[in-house]
T-cell receptor, first 114, second 115 residues
């Protein structure tokens, strides 16, 4: 079946602009996660959603970052007033449910803030 | 919160040799430890995982060991092949309680297997 998809694959934006990144999880997966991978670094947890529960936002680096998940499926990560330090690959993952279930990653969105 | 340390950051081995990557974690409540392989320009993919109720798990040339007392776990790759070259990430998470499921990753190990 189809895996996790993300769009756009690449995004170049000017400092101060807002950006929206989209994630389509695997159908039937109730848990959705956003991670950030800076150049040569590991993956940094940002936020996750489980079903209709309130999201865990504990990893968001600042209030410029927010995310929504509509209808328990598609998720959008929004970064307002982008800064150069926001440049990274943003990865989305989904799993059958939260907990010790395999997380399947999307291809990522490479964000470059100029 | 949880903190995962991973060593070494780079590892170079000859084809056919074994490779070992080690990770430590700080939160004793963590009970799920997956390992992901990320080839250049590609997404991370799960290669093996272990839960805290077992001490070792094997899958062909790959094995993972877990020492809950010492809070460390290791990835062992035997008979390495050039296609094993990639960045490997360890991670830890809790399957119960607060912050369920979100993975805390180590910084990765770049493995190079020389033919």
């Amino acid at each position: 079946g189809a895996g996790v998809s993300q769009s756009p694959s690449n995004k170049v934006t000017e400092k101060g602009k807002d950006v929206e990144l989209r994630c389509d999880p695997i159908s039937g997966h109730t848990a959705l996660y956003w991670y950030r991978q800076s150049l040569g670094q590991g993956l940094e947890f940002l936020i996750y959603f489980q079903g209709n529960s309130a999201p865990d936002k504990s990893g968001l680096p600042s209030d410029r970052f927010s995310a929504e998940r509509t209808g328990g499926s598609v998720s959008t990560l929004t970064i307002q007033r982008t800064q150069q330090e926001d440049s990274a690959v943003y990865l989305c993952a989904s799993s059958f449910r939260q907990g010790d279930y395999e997380q399947y990653f999307g291809p990522g969105t490479r964000l470059t803030v100029t | 919160g949880e903190n995962v340390e991973q060593h070494p950051s780079t590892l170079s081995v000859q084809e056919g040799d074994s490779a070992v990557i080690k990770c430590t974690y700080s939160d004793s409540a963590s009970n799920y430890f997956p390992w992901y392989k990320q080839e250049l320009g590609k997404r991370p993919q799960l290669i093996i995982d272990i839960r805290s109720n077992v001490g070792e798990k094997k899958d062909q040339r790959i094995a993972v060991t877990l020492n809950k007392t010492a809070k460390h776990f290791s990835l062992h790759i035997t008979e390495t092949q050039p296609e094993d070259s990639a960045v490997y990430f360890c991670a830890a998470s809790k399957s119960a309680g607060g912050s369920q499921g979100n993975l805390i990753f180590g910084k990765g190990t770049k493995l190079s297997v020389k033919p």
